[in-house]
């Protein structure tokens, strides 16, 4: 690629991060974006605290050399195992004028405003509920709006999106008790995020089993796109470092024809994949 295109960075395991993708392309038509799917290492979610730092990092480094001066983690187990890490001690240190943001400040954000009675369910990766991520950021960001957060891991539910296994039989199973368990954890949960950016490709069977209508489910796609139209708005010097030529790429470490496939269930438009090793 030439030295003028200056994409934003879109990282996640895998294809997840597409549904917070095509919510940026969607809002943001002009600026490039670089799409890094670490697909042949996927899951994240059941992986230990190093090992997804260690990935998360090969792959920002690697948007960076792809001429990204903005990579947005949309992986929350990235975003809870990495993100910190990242940015307060390897970005000093190997790109001071590169930012990396993530996933679960704007989701938090969000919720806060739209919870009547405070008390939130979050479903995620083991990974991430066992970060107690959202419960801290929560209780730090929400001013006092959210009074119980209930959290429930689903380690199944991103194997059967890559599976690409959604609305079968064994996805409602699964889908159904990890809900009914929540549920039953607090019964007067009125907001439930989903906090992992494969969930979106759930949504019916999640709405299904979700106990009553008045339940609001928060995807984070379009929250995190205005977020990042926001963020580009409010520092001009990280904005005019990205190019605005609306060009798309796509790497995966996985078959590249396997990820154009895929990719094109989740985006409804097909693409040219290339493979790449981290
Ligand atoms: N999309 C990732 C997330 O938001 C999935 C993590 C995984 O690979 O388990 O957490």
Not at 122 to 136: D, F, H, K, Q
């Amino acid at each position: 690629m030439t030295t003028n295109y200056h994409p934003i960075g879109v990282f996640d395991s895998g294809y997840g991060g597409l549904t917070v993708l095509k919510e940026f392309i969607a809002l943001l038509p002009d600026y490039d974006f670089i799409y890094l799917g670490d697909n042949a290492r996927t899951p994240y979610g059941t992986r230990s605290f190093d090992v997804v730092y260690e990935y998360t990092l090969e792959a920002v480094q690697r948007l960076f050399d792809e001429g990204c001066y903005l990579v947005i983690l949309a992986c929350n187990t990235a975003s809870a195992k990495a993100l910190r890490t990242i940015q307060q001690r390897d970005l000093p240190r190997i790109a001071p004028n590169k930012r990396v943001l993530g996933v679960i400040r704007p989701a938090v954000e969000e919720v806060a405003g739209i919870t009547k009675n405070g008390h939130v369910g979050v479903v995620a990766t083991s990974g991430t509920v066992a970060s107690e991520s959202y419960p801290i950021e929560l209780e730090k960001w929400s001013g006092a709006r959210v009074k119980q957060t209930t959290q429930e891991a689903c380690p199944m539910w991103v194997p059967i999106v890559e599976s690409n296994l959604m609305n079968t039989a064994g996805a409602d199973f699964f889908i159904q008790s990890n809900l009914q368990s929540l549920f039953q954890k607090d019964p007067l949960i009125d907001s439930l995020i989903l906090g992992c950016t494969h969930y979106p490709l759930l949504i019916d069977s999640i709405r299904k089993f979700v106990p009553h209508g008045g339940v609001q489910v928060i995807e984070q796609g379009k929250i995190v796109a205005r977020k990042l139209q926001d963020y580009l708005y409010r520092h001009p010097e990280i904005d005019e470092n990205c190019t605005k030529s609306s060009v798309h790429r796509f790497l995966t470490t996985e078959d590249a024809h396997f990820f154009e496939v895929r990719a094109e269930q989740f985006l409804g438009y097909p693409i040219q994949a290339e493979k790449i090793e981290l």
